[in-house]
């Protein structure tokens, strides 16, 4: 880089990586010339949207020459009426990630504490150093979120604390009871940011989302997306859920038509397709059974998740691993980045994807 260039970059931009997603086939395509490639390393839908929301999109591309309502009002209203709240207590985001970027820049002043678990989503730490605040990581126990540990490191300084729940990468959940404890353990003082991205995926029934705290004393914010059950990652979009007077709040820093038309077309549709949910949680409910079978018989162990992915203990370093697999035609997801360098994180996709990727796994194993 320019010298001159990074003399004008602000320090903390200067430290930090670009996020990296999960590569795409096209890239492995033109790097490996090969035909037959399956991506199981974003957590994404292995379906496409459902046949609504594509009729939908096509009826709306005429009218792309127009800005979009802002407001999402439609797709706003519907969410509400679901959740049985007021349309002023949803704030539509570009993914759920904009919506933790939006609650970070609305809240969190620099130097102000953002109490977060490692490893987890890796975009809370480089959003937190843009404020110019500090990011506490609470490491995971037992692959779960340490919620007595995050308790414990709450103190003048803290300003926000987020949980992710499932987690990511681990696809562990917290329960009810536990959420309840720690709910309540928190100060008035501080928001509670509670990423729920795969909440849709998780068949525990102790599973605690914290909706139900949304009505409580406490400042709690929900972030929730379109980009996993419903297909529409591609589109990013996802929402955040709260207290009106904290979303009038969020709505100041929110970018003008930080939303497109076609995606609150396409997740307004994708909230009244029942059938595309279902289709989606019973492939992963199956394909996780057949998952967990084959690799045991490999000798590998894996945590137990409540999402559409699975982390998995090779017990030998995983970077290589996924670069043989990429030769392959797999693309899956090495943890070296969230500090489990002998984990690789894979989506559960099809039931043609899964035994193709056992195969590949086997081969090279």
């Known amino acids: 880089?320019?010298?001159?260039?990074?003399?004008?970059?602000?320090?903390?931009?200067?430290?930090?990586?670009?996020?990296?997603?999960g590569k795409p086939i096209s890239q492995l395509k033109r790097e490996k010339g090969i035909s037959r490639i399956i991506k199981l390393a974003s957590n994404e839908n292995p379906f496409p949207p459902a046949k609504k929301v594509i009729k939908a999109l096509r009826d709306s591309l005429t009218k792309i020459n127009l800005y979009p309502d802002g407001n999402g009002y439609y797709l706003r209203n519907e969410l509400a009426k679901r959740a049985k709240l007021k349309r002023d207590?949803?704030?539509?985001?570009?993914?759920?990630?904009?919506?933790?970027?939006?609650v970070l820049e609305t809240f969190v002043n620099p130097g102000e504490e953002v109490i977060i678990p490692e490893p987890s989503f890796i975009i809370y730490k480089g959003l937190i150093k843009l404020r110019d605040a500090v990011p506490i990581l609470i490491p995971l126990k037992n692959y779960k979120l340490n919620l007595p540990g995050m308790l414990k490191a709450i103190n003048k300084k803290t300003k926000m604390v987020i949980l992710c729940n499932p987690n990511n990468p681990t696809g562990t959940i917290i329960k009810k009871e536990e959420l309840k404890k720690f709910i309540n353990g928190i100060s008035k003082n501080i928001i509670i940011l509670s990423d729920e991205a795969y909440s849709e995926y998780v068949e525990d029934k102790k599973f605690g989302s914290a909706f139900p705290y949304l009505k409580s004393k406490k400042n709690v914010i929900i972030a929730r997306t379109f980009a996993k059950s419903s297909s529409l990652a591609g589109l990013r979009i996802g929402y955040g859920i709260a207290k009106t007077?904290?979303?009038?709040?969020?709505?100041?820093?929110?970018?003008?038509?930080?939303?497109?038309?076609?995606?609150?077309?396409?997740?307004?549709?994708?909230?009244?397709?029942?059938e595309h949910l279902k289709r989606?949680?019973?492939?992963?409910?199956?394909?996780?059974?057949?998952?967990?079978?084959?690799?045991?018989?490999?000798?590998?162990?894996?945590?137990?998740?409540?999402?559409n992915f699975i982390c998995i203990n090779l017990k030998r370093d995983a970077s290589a691993i996924c670069q043989r697999l990429e030769k392959e035609g797999v693309i899956i997801r090495a943890m070296s980045n969230f500090n489990l360098p002998d984990f690789v994180r894979t989506t559960i996709g099809t039931h043609q994807e899964n035994v193709f990727f056992i195969k590949k796994l086997k081969k090279i194993l």
């Open 1 to 21: 880089m320019n010298n001159n260039i990074k003399k004008l970059v602000r320090k903390v931009v200067l430290d930090l990586k670009p996020y990296q997603g």
């Open 89 to 102: 207590n949803i704030i539509l985001g570009n993914g759920s990630s904009e919506i933790i970027a939006m």
């Open 245 to 274: 007077e904290i979303i009038n709040e969020v709505n100041k820093v929110r970018p003008p038509f930080n939303t497109s038309s076609l995606a609150q077309v396409a997740a307004l549709t994708a909230l009244k397709d029942k």
């Open 280 to 307: 989606t949680k019973k492939n992963n409910r199956e394909e996780k059974k057949y998952l967990y079978e084959n690799l045991k018989k490999l000798g590998l162990s894996i945590i137990p998740t409540q999402t």
